[in-house]
T-cell receptor
Framework: AQSVSQHNHHVILSEAASLELGCNYS??????LFWYVQYPGQHLQLLLK??????LVKGIKGFEAEFIKSKFSFNLRKPSVQWSDTAEYFC????????????FGQGTTLQVKP | EAQVTQNPRYLITVTGKKLTVTCSQN?????MSWYRQDPGLGLRQIYY???????DKGDVPEGYKVSRKEKRNFPLILESPSPNQTSLYFC?????????????FGDGTRLSIL
């Protein structure tokens, strides 16, 4: 079965540190890739997405992600985190031509210390 | 303002008492979906709908029902709730079900079944 793995479950960083959150998926076909963020008590918001083209995608709030097809990975990065980035981050995929179902990773809780 | 609206936001109820969580979107989206979020498991799809009168099971449909009589509404029905359905529920919608459409999420409904 298709799955998404996020290797870091809980990350603690100080402000201005760099961030990289890992995401790997298991599916050999064409995928659409997403990162969502969930701030405390709020709904999920789309950070960025990759469908095709340039494998380095830029999203909102200074986040970016790189799709590496050979590694089945879509890692999220930010050069310098802020306290306001404290949230839970979810990697998700949909399979092209499928039902539109988002397959989510387990989520990574990011805590940024001021 | 484009949004997905869920009601109620919070509900505490008892085993066996039927309940309905409503979901409405104002974006004329064809695709709607329900997810449940549990710690360590990310979000898992319960049911989805590709259009009016078209619904299908997701990964964890047991104990739930849905209907899609109108394009904007997609209620989630728990006919006989049980404690293992205590969770945080999200409704989502997207323009189409092709997989490359970002999904917009509601604010969530926290259900506690005693």
């Amino acid at each position: 079965a298709q799955s998404v793995s996020q290797h870091n479950h809980h990350v603690i960083l100080s402000e201005a540190a760099s961030l990289e959150l890992g995401c790997n998926y298991s599916y050999g076909g064409t995928v659409n890739l997403f990162w969502y963020v969930q701030y405390p008590g709020q709904h999920l918001q789309l950070l960025l997405k990759y469908f095709s083209g340039d494998p380095l995608v830029k999203g909102i709030k200074g986040f970016e992600a790189e799709f590496i097809k050979s590694k089945f990975s879509f890692n999220l990065r930010k050069p310098s985190v802020q306290w306001s980035d404290t949230a839970e981050y979810f990697c998700a995929v949909t399979l092209s031509g499928n039902t539109g179902k988002l397959i989510f990773g387990q989520g990574t809780t990011l805590q940024v210390k001021p | 303002e484009a949004q997905v609206t869920q009601n109620p936001r919070y509900l505490i109820t008892v085993t066996g008492k039927k309940l309905t969580v409503t979901c409405s979107q104002n974006m004329n989206h064809e695709y709607m979906s329900w997810y449940r979020q549990d710690p360590g498991l990310g979000l898992r799809q319960i049911y989805y709908s590709m259009n009016v009168e078209v619904t299908d099971k997701g990964d964890v449909p047991e104990g739930y029902k849905v209907s899609r009589k109108e394009k904007r509404n997609f209620p989630l029905i728990l006919e006989s709730p049980s404690p293992n359905q205590t969770s945080l529920y999200f409704c989502a919608s997207s323009l189409r079900s092709t997989g490359n459409q970002p999904q917009h999420f509601g604010d969530g409904t926290r259900l506690s079944i005693l």
